[in-house]
């Protein structure tokens, strides 16, 4: 049978350390406060009884020595409260008065202590009532009598009780509170840590501008400080190698179109060229075919590391973008489209070249396009591009959408391997748009690349800023 372990996060462990630490405090505390309390109480009332019996024993001892006829009015006298019982041993038996106890359930060895001259006490329960019993010896010169007072301790129970249910639940509440306070305190304690992963994740993510905000904690201040120069240094670090892009991608651009021309200008000459020459020329065009396309990637990735520019975003219909885009397309892939408007919140251009892109990599890599679907979910608006492809192993399916990520055929050449950055725009685009991009196995075979952005519910205006405070 396995067994699943539930590990509790800092935060709560420190909450319940705090709880156990107030519980065991308290309960410490209310053990040694109930145990002084009551051994005092019953201390005072032991010595309020055993005073009381004797100043009741000489009443009792005057009238058996005076011989007077009214000792059982004075028996009766004498026991005053309803609950009590005083018990008179004499040569002719037992006078009870009071409460009505049977004389032969008397401890034995209290008994015989009195007799023997000695004054004896003991707490007993007599018909299920906590009493204290005091038994004393009658001091007379005729007869030998020993006096029993059964004192009552309900009410002293009582209070031993109620001092114990306030204690307990004193202990409680100070676990529950000390629970409260360790929570809060853990709280507190970690809000920088939480910070720093909110901002980590956030650099993670793409966003090079997260900063930890200052803190005056002298303990906390260097990691803010250095999180805060490691981000700007990073941020730094990829702006440079994007403006680096950009600069070489734009350097490149004008030899770049020389060369293709020239090229062009081989390719209609090659008929007469030898058979030599001519597969030069075919190995030339393919290359520099593929030499432009990734200089118009890295132009594309330069400006995608920048955020998108919200003067750019429109009202898009993805379902109508998608319908122009395949009908252009000379194979023309089979849509399934719903004739109700999708409407997302996006930069056209790059929308359009994410679809783009997500067809010629099903073309080029995945045998053609099977399907192509919009729909509508749970406020999402959904793309599917299926192709008649292998389709792309799992441990491959994060690592396709990675800049110069071609998978298994990263080492051939030609133009139908592509430059290995058609997916990682699509990618960025996704994500500056705030929406998700995977890659999944299609029913039947073959690849699924399934998109989706958030559905523009509101007006465009309402919808701007809800997407941009989702990013």
Do not use: C, K
Not at 148 to 162: A, G, K, N, Q, S
Request: glycine content about 8%.
């Amino acid at each position: 049978m396995e067994v699943v372990t539930v590990a509790l996060s800092l935060r709560w462990r420190v909450a319940v350390a705090f709880g156990l630490a107030s519980l065991v405090v308290t309960g410490l505390l209310g053990f040694a406060t109930w145990n002084l309390a009551s051994s005092y109480m019953l201390a005072q009332r032991e010595q309020s009884a055993t005073r009381q019996a004797a100043v009741n024993v000489r009443l009792v001892g005057e009238s058996l020595r005076s011989g007077s006829d009214g000792l059982a009015e004075l028996l009766t006298g004498l026991a005053g409260d309803p609950e009590s019982t005083i018990a008179l041993s004499r040569s002719d038996g037992w006078i009870t008065v009071g409460r009505q106890v049977d004389p032969a359930t008397l401890p034995h060895e209290l008994i015989m202590l009195a007799e023997d001259g000695v004054p004896a006490r003991q707490r007993i329960i007599t018909d299920g009532v906590p009493v204290l019993a005091v038994a004393l010896p009658v001091a007379t010169t005729a007869t030998t009598a020993t006096y029993v007072e059964l004192f009552p301790l309900l009410e002293l129970d009582r209070t031993f009780r109620f001092l114990s249910a306030v204690l307990i639940t004193g202990a409680a509440i100070s676990a529950l509170l000390g629970l409260g306070m360790g929570y809060w305190a853990a709280r507190r304690a970690l809000r920088p840590l939480v910070e720093l992963t909110d901002a980590a994740g956030r650099v993670a993510r793409g966003d090079l501008q997260a900063r930890l905000p200052e803190q005056p904690d002298p303990d906390l201040a260097p990691l803010a400080a250095t999180f805060n120069r490691t981000a700007s240094a990073l941020e730094q670090r990829v702006r440079r190698d994007a403006r680096f892009a950009s600069d070489v991608s734009h350097e490149l651009r004008s030899p770049l179109t020389t060369m293709v021309n020239a090229v062009e200008v081989l390719h209609r000459r090659r008929t007469d060229m030898p058979t030599a020459a001519r597969q030069a020329v075919d190995l030339l065009s393919a290359d520099v075919g593929r030499f432009q396309r990734m200089v118009v990637d890295l132009l594309e990735i330069s400006r995608t590391d920048q955020d998108v520019d919200d003067r750019a975003l429109e009202a898009v219909d993805v379902a109508d973008l998608v319908r122009n885009i395949a009908a252009s397309r000379p194979e023309h892939p089979p849509t399934e489209v719903h004739a109700q408007p999708a409407l997302v919140l996006a930069d056209r251009r790059r929308l359009d070249r994410v679809v783009t892109n997500l067809l010629d990599n099903g073309e080029r890599h995945g045998g053609g396009v099977l399907r192509l679907a919009v729909l509508r979910r749970s406020g999402r608006v959904r793309l599917e591009i299926d192709d008649a492809g292998p389709g792309v192993p799992p441990e491959l399916r994060e690592q396709v959408f990675e800049r110069f990520a071609r998978g298994q055929r990263a080492g051939d050449r030609g133009d139908s391997t592509g430059s290995g950055l058609g997916l990682a725009l699509v990618a960025q685009h996704i994500d500056r748009h705030g929406g998700a991009v995977w890659v999944e196995e299609r029913p039947g075979g073959g690849a699924r690349f399934v998109v989706e952005l958030p559905e523009l519910q509101e007006s465009p205006e309402e919808g701007l800023t809800g997407q941009l405070s989702s990013r």
